[in-house]
């Protein structure tokens, strides 16, 4: 079992998280099966506060304090407090948990932008630009904010990517959390993610990358001023099981807006059950570079959305009505495998 700790009540939750149940069967004809849990054994707590009232300062010195290869589950309870800090979490480092006091006041935040030089004197590019990049497996979030600072850039403009967040891990969790940025502000990378009942605010692309990823009841709020688009989606070929899943979700703010943007040639997007507000342009997709004949290889689905905002994401041929049957697979936590790692509770 995972345990968690919900700051500031002092309420310890189980959370079904980093365990996988392995079946071995004897060589005999016997029908007996044995059972062991693999996966994390033990709890430790390590808090911080900006303060001083805890053992680190920093977000950072929490998690350097974590041995490598851990096979523990640690929550690192973050009080509220503004830390302003580029957080790593290796991938040396799996099961860790950062439990803020609530997403309106434990903010972790950096300002890098991709035409920024890092200590090599290279420029970081848009990926190396989040405030908090997350390498680990297993890694979870609760009730906490991530920003980058850097100031919104006009469409068009160069090097004014700036990532809040990148999970490249797999099995990430994440709930009651915001992602504050403008262009990219959450870098959905790799691996199988699911996002509850978060708030992810940005102008353009400002959820990318190539996860596998399911949105639940988040509110999508776009900040754009000429032009902007919420998702863009980087799968590659049809094999890979790649995809953003959004599930009575909220698109609010400001547009016009693209929903969704074919990053790669078999980009997948899918809106479930979903409001948009009056912010969506014309055409309600974008095929990147208009050369690639991604209108032939994406998949991009609308089910059951509403809204005053919603006719227009139905607005192109490409972009299919979903039935019931089509659009099941993107319904479930099943999208990211997560009946063996996300507690039903937790769902």
């Not at 403009?157 to 809040?164: N, Y």
């Amino acid at each position: 079992m995972f345990l968690l700790f919900h700051a500031p009540l002092q309420v310890r939750s189980y959370h079904h998280y980093g365990l996988n149940l392995v079946t071995s069967t004897a060589s005999t004809n016997s029908t007996k099966h044995h059972h062991k849990w693999v996966g994390p054994s033990g709890y430790r707590l390590i808090t911080v506060d900006a303060r001083g009232d805890a053992e680190f300062l920093s977000v950072q010195a929490a998690i350097d304090s974590v041995p490598e290869n851990n096979m523990e589950n640690i929550v690192i309870q973050i009080n509220a407090g503004y830390y302003i800090e580029k957080v790593v979490v290796p991938a040396s480092k799996p099961y860790i948990t950062f439990q803020g006091a609530g997403k309106d006041v434990t903010v972790i935040e950096w300002h890098d932008r991709a035409r920024d030089r890092g200590p090599n004197g290279q420029q970081l590019r848009t990926y190396k630009t989040a405030s908090v990049t997350v390498y680990a497996n297993y890694f979870s979030a609760r009730n906490i904010s991530f920003k980058n600072t850097a100031p919104a850039p006009m469409p068009g403009m160069q090097g004014w990517q700036a990532a809040a967040f990148r999970i490249s891990g797999d099995k990430a969790y994440f709930s009651g959390c915001g992602f504050y940025g403008a262009q990219d502000t959450l870098c959905d990378d790799a691996g199988r993610h699911y996002f509850k009942e978060c708030y992810i605010e940005g102008s353009i692309d400002f959820i990318f990358g190539n996860g596998r990823s399911m949105y639940r009841d988040c509110e999508l709020h776009s900040i754009a001023t000429r032009f902007g688009s919420i998702a863009a989606q980087d799968r590659n070929s049809p094999y890979e099981k790649t995809g953003f899943a959004f599930v009575r979700c909220r698109v609010t703010g400001t547009g016009p807006l693209y929903v969704g943007r074919a990053m790669g040639q078999y980009s997948r997007i899918v809106f479930s059950y979903t409001y948009f507000d009056d912010v969506v342009a014309h055409g309600g997709w974008d095929d990147w570079d208009h050369v690639s004949n991604k209108n032939k290889t994406v998949f991009f689905g609308v089910y059951k959305c509403w809204g005053p905002g919603a006719a227009a994401v139905r607005g192109v041929s490409w972009a299919r009505d979903l039935d019931f049957e089509t659009a099941h697979p993107f319904l479930a936590k099943s999208f990211v495998n997560g009946r063996h790692w996300i507690a039903p509770s937790d769902a």
